[in-house]
Structures are given as structure tokens and as C-alpha cells.
């Protein structure tokens, strides 16, 4: 008989974990305290943009495999209990702020049955989930609880829950080991990579991966103001050192930077507990990682000056995104946007176009303007500034934009325009690491 899964948070982890879980045959509810967010699930609607999750959502709350309810009694018989709740930076700190993990492992600790099993995936500073444990043993002396960290790439998330590249369980005995490979008897079919881990260890492993790839970005903007000072091109220098095996060619696309819900609070939490666990001196280079990856952001605002004067008073500026990245909705942190904000704030009438992520940057920043047709949005413009990555900006005419603009001037905020096409249209075009043409 199958196992019987609860998911405690219904946001962007919950809800694609919830969805996923049910595909592979589970009975999966639900449970989250936002009503409005579990009646909008409930009818098959998904309250963010994420690829394939809404068809894969609606054709598994028609299988009846997949439920969605704001009463925790709900859950009582469920066999395995995944707590899927944000952990954001805290208000006055650096540090995560876990009131939302604790507040579910304290609603659910007394009603989960024997021999259960309740799995962290939430992102979580070092040492939550062991101080977690004896939390619930003190409740509910007869379950168990591990952590399996998530690594999910917002506009992949689907992809990645069916079919991760590596599956880390963090347990203290055998028996939790054994219901997990239950859960993810599919993809151990499958022959991916299992890594068992203590506690602490499953624990560092998402932030210690996060933080790597929070290096790796701000290394090719490092590069990017060297090559920019030295006349280099920093696309060929990625390219080049791409092609050596011990460095790889992703995450070296120069530009505005990381944002999103993850990497930036996620790198700040792992210095703020290292200093708590007095190895802050291991992680200093974050925090020049973190200085870097905003600085990228006021490198396009200088260059923005440079192209028009330092009184942007008056001067329309086009922007093309809104969201931290591609095949998302996600405004949290989000490069584009903080970049549009600034220049509005310098006096500037900008006007921003996203495919999927203007309602969210409207209730974010409800005083700039948006346009939902790139034409119009472009129209009388001083400056163009392309800052995310979308399909729709990169198959743009540009000799099309050209007539629409008061002004021919692009910067790529991202390095993938097609810089000689924009050029032998007329257009001035600059990208950070890269010399002006």
C-alpha cells in the first residue's frame, strides 16, 4: 500500500512538491493556513508563474490523488509530513528568519501519528534540524523526523522534483533511510545519485551549493569591470575559460547579477550562522560575493548616466523584465526591478514590460509604470534597458524598436542580445564587461 504524504506550505516549494508527489501515485494533501491560496489550488489555479505546474496540478486534483485543505486534522494520517515553508532574512539581521519552520513543526508535532516520519525541505541555517528533532521527540516521542533539502531552479521546478540530478536525505537511523527511498523509489529506479548525510550535513549542503553558485556569478562580474577597465570582452573570456572541465561554462553570463528568493538571503543566513558558530572567518568571501553581485546593479545605473546626463529628471527609460529571471514571476530581490526602482526614484519616467511578472512587480512598486505590450512600452524612449533574460526580448527586430524610440541606445543588462544585430540596425549598444560600440 502506498505511503500517504502531507506538504505543510502550499507556496512555490509546497505546492510543486505536493503536485509532483501525487504523479508518482502518492495520496497527497495539502495543508497551509492562507485560505485563499488553498481555494485557488483547490480549483486547479496556481498562484505564481512556473512552467507546466498548473496542467500537472489540474490533472492530478482530477485523479483524486492530490487534495488541498487549511485544516491540520487533515494530515493526522498521513505517513510522511514535508514541511515546506519559507524561511526568509529576518528583519533587523542577516540571519533566516525560522518562525514559519517552527510554527509547523509545533502545529503538527501532536497529531502525527506513530511511526511517522516529518522531512524538512525548507532552507535552513546548520543545526535547525537536530534542534527540531528533539522538539518533536519531546511532543511525539514515537516519529521521527530527517531533512531532504531542495534544489529547485524556479522555471525548471517540475523537472527537477521528478527528475532531480541528486537526491540528499539527512537521517539518524536506518528506518527513516528506508521510508524515504520509499517515497523516492521512482528515481532510485532511475539510478539517481542518493546521498545519505547526517543532519548537519544535508542541512549545508543547499547553502554550501547556493553559495557556489553565488560565487561563480559574481566571479564574471568581478571579470566584467577588469575587462571593461583593461577594453576586454568578458563573453569571450567566459567562453574561454569555459571550456576547461574544472570550471565549466554555466553561470558565467556576465550581467546585473543574482537575485530571487534563494541565493542573495540564502548566502547572508550561511555568514550570519557562521558567525554564530564562530567559523565566520571561513565565509568573509561572501560577504565581497554579496558586494559584488549589487554593485553589478548601480554598474548599469552609471551607465545610464553616461549615455544620457547625470539629471535623469525628465529622461523616459524602457525596461525589459521585471522578474529575477526568465519563466518566472518572481520580483523577490529581483536585479531589473531594484534597477528600475533607482532610476525612477533619480527622476526618470520609466516604463517596464515583463511577459509574466507585472502584477507581482505592480504590487511590489505600484507607482512605476508597466505596459504589457513591449511596443508601447518602448515608444518615445531616451534609453532601453534589457534585464531579463526572456526568449520574447531576444527575438526582437531591432530595426523595428529602432522607429519606436526617441533615442537608439540599448544596454543589455544580461549579455544575450545579439549585439551585432542591434548595432548594424543603428542602435548604441552597451553590456557591462564589454567595450562600447
Not at 78 to 107: M, R, W, Y
Amino acid at each position: 500500500m502506498k505511503l500517504k504524504v502531507s506538504v505543510i506550505g502550499t507556496g512555490y516549494l509546497g505546492a510543486t512538491h505536493a503536485a509532483c508527489m501525487s504523479t508518482l501515485g502518492f495520496e497527497v494533501i495539502g495543508v497551509d493556513i492562507d485560505a485563499a491560496k488553498i481555494a485557488l489550488l483547490s480549483s486547479g489555479k496556481v498562484p505564481f508563474y512556473e512552467p507546466g505546474l498548473e496542467e500537472l496540478l489540474q490533472q492530478e486534483l482530477a485523479s483524486g490523488r492530490l487534495t488541498f485543505s487549511t485544516d491540520l486534522r487533515a494530515i493526522a494520517d498521513a505517513d510522511v509530513h514535508f514541511i515546506c515553508v519559507g524561511t526568509p532574512q529576518s528583519e533587523n539581521s542577516l540571519a533566516a528568519d525560522l518562525k514559519f519552520v517552527d510554527a509547523a513543526l509545533d502545529a503538527i508535532a501532536p497529531i502525527c501519528k506513530p511511526g511517522s516520519l516529518v522531512v524538512g525541505k525548507s532552507t535552513v541555517p546548520v543545526g535547525t534540524a537536530a534542534r527540531l528533532r528533539e522538539r518533536l521527540l519531546k511532543v511525539n516521542p514515537k516519529v521521527d523526523l530527517a531533512w531532504n533539502p531542495e534544489f529547485l531552479r524556479e522555471g525548471f521546478a517540475v523537472e527537477d522534483t521528478l527528475k532531480p540530478n541528486r537526491l540528499v536525505v539527512g537521517v539518524v537511523n536506518d528506518a527513516a533511510e528506508a521510508k524515504l527511498k520509499e517515497i523516492y523509489k521512482t528515481n532510485l529506479e532511475a539510478n539517481t545519485p542518493w546521498v545519505r548525510a547526517d543532519l548537519p550535513t544535508s542541512e549545508l549542503v543547499k547553502v554550501a551549493a547556493n553559495s557556489f553558485l553565488a560565487t561563480k556569478i559574481s566571479f564574471i562580474n568581478a571579470m566584467a569591470e577588469v575587462c571593461e577597465a583593461a577594453g576586454g570582452d568578458v563573453t569571450v573570456l567566459a567562453k574561454a575559460i569555459g571550456y576547461d572541465p574544472r570550471i565549466g561554462s554555466r553561470f558565467l553570463q556576465a550581467g546585473i547579477g543574482f537575485g530571487g528568493g534563494c541565493l542573495p538571503k540564502d548566502i547572508r543566513a550561511f555568514m550570519a550562522r557562521a558567525g554564530e558558530l564562530g567559523a565566520d572567518q571561513a565565509l568573509e568571501f561572501l560577504r565581497e560575493i554579496d558586494s559584488i553581485n549589487l554593485r553589478a546593479r548601480q554598474r548599469v545605473i552609471e551607465l545610464v548616466r553616461k549615455d544620457l546626463t547625470d539629471n535623469l529628471s525628465g529622461k523616459k527609460i524602457a525596461v525589459l523584465g521585471a522578474a529575477f529571471k526568465p519563466d518566472s514571476d518572481d520580483v523577490r530581490d529581483s536585479p531589473a526591478l531594484d534597477i528600475a526602482v533607482q532610476i525612477a526614484a533619480a527622476g526618470a519616467t520609466v516604463t517596464i514590460h515583463d511577459p509574466k511578472a507585472i502584477e507581482p512587480a505592480k504590487k511590489r512598486f505600484p507607482t512605476l509604470n508597466y505596459s504589457e505590450n513591449i511596443e508601447e512600452a518602448l515608444s518615445g524612449a531616451d534609453l532601453v534597458l534589457h534585464l531579463t533574460e526572456w526568449k520574447v526580448y531576444r527575438e526582437l527586430d531591432p530595426a523595428k524598436m529602432k522607429s519606436l524610440v526617441a533615442s537608439p541606445i540599448i544596454i543589455d543588462g544580461r549579455n544575450a542580445l545579439d549585439r551585432e544585430a542591434w548595432i548594424a540596425a543603428g542602435w548604441k549598444f552597451r553590456a557591462l564587461g564589454r567595450s562600447e560600440i
